[in-house]
């Protein structure tokens, strides 16, 4: 052998090594030749990838008349019609004695009939137990034997570079595997929904792979594919899971309860940034700072202060408000949670049984297309005034370019005073036409109109 071929198996020789040594789970072996394969592992993995085939109808509206002549005459602009459609996702057991089955929201949304295809064949209908569209995870049950289910992963021990393997069904092709490594964590802003804390991968996720499982090389359920960002709906490489210990706090309440009874903390803030780091003389350069901390919330009985950074949730570091937010927001009323933070220079510890959010609106496109991406909670002040408070707004969203912030206070619709989040929706509800909303902004008043 040649110096060149000498040097050239050497490399391949570390390489190989180097994937089975520094991965959390080295590749298995297969076959005389010790040949690294994942097969092996997707032999266990794959049974408990299905596919979901969805059949149900959806309102479509259809504009009848020019908006000049409807102000005119007095005539409706939209009509609503209901529409059929089929659609075509992936889904993960998560436990087979109980039939229980983890997918998308998006894939099951306004189902009439769901079906699930298991990998040796079968068809089963499925019926959903609850589903949460602001995480985007629903819970189905079919009820047979002989079912095949993912071990959950630790998702808060995973690292940016560990191999990942997506399992799913895209474009309706039969079960398909690719493979990658995470790309990063805490991934947020992306406006898939409400409650955001995504893991990113490289490995190749399509249209039918929602619903799908993100694993590791031991088979473990690392994620639940969720969205891909790229062109045309196209693969570029950058796809993103909810990740398995998120998922799996919501499955709870929903097994629980039928639907996801949301903690609150109580704290309006935003990313702890280098500008900001500095003008606070911060010792830390990330996190999520408070900026208020709400009246008669889990965050004022705790202690918790304007100013404070909140660096990690239960011994997990954290990087962003929304990371806090989107952790949090997983976590059902009555959870204990510990928080690091940093108030002043001096590092602490804070125990926090998170609130209940009754009151939380977390979808304002239901009240008005207009307000989408904002999020409601009702308020009163330290002088016993009542009005509605929006706690975040999405960057981007319809809500942001309507001209709403985090932290106003709507307190009047069309110059009729509303106390409750309760009697903003019935305002908006009972007006046609443009609306004008009074909000309090700090000291000022001013009006946001809508359409």
Known sequence: MNNVASRFALIVFIAVGLI???????LPFFGKGEVPSLAPMLEDATPAVVSIAVEGTTQTSQQQV???????FGMPNEQQRERPFRSLGSGVIINASEGYIVTNHHVVDNADKIIVQLTDGRELEAKKLGADEQSDVALLKVETEGLTELPLADSDKIRVGDFVVAIGNPFGLSQTVTSGIVSALGRSGLNIGGYEDFIQTDAAINRGNSGGALVNLSGQLVGINTAIFGPNGGNVGIGFAIPSNMMKSLV????????????LL??????????????????VKKGAFVNEVTENSAAKSANIQSGDIIVAINGVEISSFSE??????????????????YRNDEKMSVNVVLGAAEDLVAEARDMHP?????????????????????????ERSPAAQSGLREGDLI??????????????????????GVIALNLRRGSNDLFIVIR
Request: charged share 30%; net charge negative.
């Open 370 to 394: 207009a307000l989408e991406g904002a999020s409601f909670a009702n308020y009163e002040d330290n002088r016993s005034r009542k009005s509605v408070r929006i706690t975040e707004v999405i």
């Open 66 to 72: 020019p908006e000049m002549f409807r102000y005119f």
């Open 411 to 432: 307190i009047g619709v069309n110059r009729q005073r509303i106390e409750s989040v309760t009697e903003l929706a019935d305002r908006i509800e009972e007006t046609e």
């Open 324 to 341: 806090l937010r989107g952790k949090i927001g997983s976590m059902g009323a009555g959870t204990e949670v510990n928080l690091t933070i």
């Open 266 to 283: 109580g704290i309006i803030g935003r990313d702890l940034d280098s500008g900001l780091a500095e003008a606070m003389n911060s010792p």
């Open 252 to 263: 709870d309440q929903i097994i629980e309860f039928g639907e996801v009874r949301r903690g």
């Open 20 to 26: 089975a040594s520094n991965s959390h789970a080295a």
